[in-house]
């Protein structure tokens, strides 16, 4: 027999404003990691602006573009680098940027496909 969950509902009145680019989803979700790493705990309504999704849908993403082979950890390991306790982008046209702009592309076809980017 399979055990309850005993989730509270992650429901926000306000109306949902996807992301822009996948970028900012990623910058987003880097900054609501550093912060759960800090001790903070995630809760909805909080924000400025009601997200359609929780932060950990953009990393549930991210594993499955991982498992089925579309990212490979150069990529991983790139969009850690770039968006992580630094802010910052890999703009340039050396390969960290190729790769970088690699796993936003592809992360952002599934993004927009759930409606998380507009």
């Known amino acids: 027999m399979a055990l309850k969950r005993n989730i509270a509902p992650t429901l926000d ?3 949902e ?3 822009a680019t996948p970028e900012d989803a ?3 979700y880097s900054r609501c990691q550093l912060a ?3 001790g903070a705990r995630f809760q909805t309504g909080l924000g400025d602006i009601a997200r359609p999704c929780a932060p950990d849908d953009i990393a549930r993403e991210l594993r499955r573009l991982y498992r089925s082979r579309v990212l490979r950890g150069a990529h991983l390991r790139v969009l ?3 968006s992580g306790e630094t802010g910052t982008t890999a703009d340039d046209d050396s ?3 190729r790769l970088w702009r690699e796993a936003l592309d592809r992360l952002g076809e599934r993004l927009r496909a759930k ?3 507009a």
Do not use: L, N
Request: net charge positive; hydrophobic share 40%.
């Open 13 to 15: 009145s306000r109306k």
């Open 17 to 19: 404003e996807p992301f």
């Open 26 to 28: 990623w910058a987003w």
């Open 36 to 38: 759960r790493d800090e």
């Open 80 to 82: 850690a680098r770039f």
């Open 95 to 97: 390969g960290t940027g």
């Open 115 to 117: 409606g998380i980017v």
